[in-house]
T-cell receptor, first 113, second 110 residues
Framework: DTEVTQTPKHLVMGMTNKKSLKCEQH?????MYWYKQKAKKPPELMFV???????INESVPSRFSPECPNSSLLNLHLHALQPEDSALYLC????????????FGQGTRLTVV | GQNIDQPTEMTATEGAIVQINCTYQ??????LFWYQQHAGEAPTFLSY????GLEEKGRFSSFLSRSKGYSYLLLKELQMKDSASYLC???????????FGTGTRLTIIP
């Protein structure tokens, strides 16, 4: 299995809603990432988990809350988002030895209304 | 901080060769990656360079000069499906973070 799977593929939520994005990989990778990508811009790193512990938080607002329940799963909990948070949210994973080549999931297209 | 620059847009002809440049300024350089991203899709890994020189992989090659802070991606025998954005990304020692350049949108014309 060489895939990173993200659900849902599309999500529309109101500013008062609470929702979660899910990511799963079974490649035995020990680093998992959340990136945010706006249209025609490069991906911007949000969080990195290494061995199920949060290792990097790029000063992301608290309305985004990551969670790593185990080495294969990564969640992103969303609460009280703003319309400007609408973007493609990408999950990625990489191996713990050698170059940190990130393998990306297909992303969740999030629209906040 | 880091500074990673790429041309914003390029156009090339089907069957031809195109070179996409990436320059970077960073401390603790630990490798440079190239990714391809079609519109609305996830980035897919193309190549990785950590030592100076050329890495060839089929129609795609990537070059690195660490002393110049410079890399390029060379695409040969261009096909229409190569129309996409090409992103270079840099990793530094001590963490798993990839910092992406601005990306180059490549359009292939018949």
């Amino acid at each position: 299995d060489t895939e990173v799977t993200q659900t849902p593929k599309h999500l529309v939520m109101g500013m008062t809603n609470k929702k979660s994005l899910k990511c799963e990989q079974h490649m035995g990778h020990r680093a998992m990432y959340w990136y945010k990508q706006k249209a025609k811009k490069p991906p911007e790193l949000m969080f990195v988990y290494s061995y199920e512990k949060l290792s990097i938080n790029e000063s992301v607002p608290s309305r985004f809350s990551p969670e790593c329940p185990n080495s294969s799963l990564l969640n992103l909990h969303l609460h009280a988002l703003q319309p400007e948070d609408s973007a493609l949210y990408l999950c990625a994973s990489s191996q713990d030895l050698g170059p940190p080549t990130a393998f990306f999931g297909q992303g969740t297209r999030l629209t906040v209304v | 901080g880091q500074n990673i620059d790429q041309p914003t847009e390029m156009t090339a002809t089907e069957g031809a060769i195109v070179q996409i440049n990436c320059t970077y300024q960073t401390s603790g350089f630990n490798g440079l990656f190239w990714y391809q991203q079609h519109a609305g899709e996830a980035p897919t890994f193309l190549s990785y360079n950590v030592l100076d020189g050329l890495e060839e992989k089929g129609r795609f090659s990537s070059f690195l000069s660490r002393s110049k802070g410079y890399s390029y991606l060379l695409l040969k025998e261009l096909q229409m499906k190569d129309s996409a954005s090409y992103l270079c990304a840099v990793n530094n020692f001590g963490n798993e973070k990839l910092t992406f350049g601005t990306g180059t949108r490549l359009t292939i014309i018949p």
